[in-house]
């Protein structure tokens, strides 16, 4: 059956998706995940966020990356408040100038709601990416019509030949060209989940570029796992969920 799917596009000068597990140097995610484009959207509606995670419980999300992969290394002083208040300094990692397409899949009245606000652009908070010096910008793209590969019959698993977004490398049989130096391609183990305190719950390792990823159907590891993949005008994407 088609479904509506919202499209909408974040960008920003700078972006920091804080690796958890660093400490005096603070390392970023290679891209925005969905836990932090979790946060943004409720940003953007309002949610309370003690109400986050059972508001997005089926909230669906493709993440399409439209920059290159660049990070600066910054300098910055840290205030401690242990053993007597002293500065220290600290390198802290930043995506420059990151844009992403993101893709929605909601219930209807969460979905109706997130298009209202991204087509009058208002939002209820000043949303960013990771931390709030880097604010984003927000602009609406538009709602488009879902194929899915599993189940509109006038298109087959096997018509697939590439995901435009990011994915996880460990659904799909991948064919990357490394003869061609014009394209670039990254592995990153982001965060998918987390839970009430905040604590991040599950992991997965995702294929990330700017480009266009084409996979081998021919030898699938899993064919349901095409189902997670939609066809959006000429996008092919992978929906979170």
Not at 138 to 145: A, D
Not at 164 to 181: G, K, T
Request: charged share 25%; aromatic share 12%.
């Amino acid at each position: 059956m088609d479904k509506n799917v919202l499209v909408f596009n974040v960008q920003s000068n700078y972006g920091r998706f804080r690796k958890p597990y660093t400490t005096t140097s603070a390392l970023t995610y290679l891209c925005i995940h969905p836990v932090a484009l979790k946060g943004l959207i409720g940003a953007i509606l309002g949610i309370k966020k003690e109400d986050l995670i059972s508001e997005t419980s089926n909230l669906t999300l493709g993440i399409e990356v439209l920059s290159a992969i660049d990070k600066d290394l910054q300098s910055v002083k840290l205030l401690s408040l242990k053993s007597g208040m002293f500065h220290f300094p600290a390198n802290v990692e930043f995506l420059r100038n990151p844009n992403y397409n993101i893709y929605v899949k909601w219930d209807s009245e969460n979905y109706n709601a997130l298009k209202d606000k991204l087509a009058s652009g208002e939002v209820f908070f000043t949303p960013y990416l990771g931390v709030s010096e880097n604010v984003a910008k927000i602009s609406y793209v538009g709602e488009f019509k879902e194929l899915n590969e599993m189940e509109n019959t006038k298109i087959g698993h096997t018509d697939i030949k590439h995901i435009d977004s990011i994915f996880p490398v460990a659904e799909f049989n991948i064919e990357i060209d490394l003869n061609d130096p014009n394209k670039k391609y990254y592995f990153d183990t982001i965060p998918i989940k987390n839970n009430e305190k905040r604590e991040y719950i599950e992991y997965k390792r995702v294929l990330i570029s700017k480009d266009a990823i084409s996979i081998n159907c021919n030898n699938l590891k899993n064919p349901h796992n095409f189902s997670k993949l939609s066809k959006i005008g000429e996008k092919c994407v992978y929906f979170f969920k």
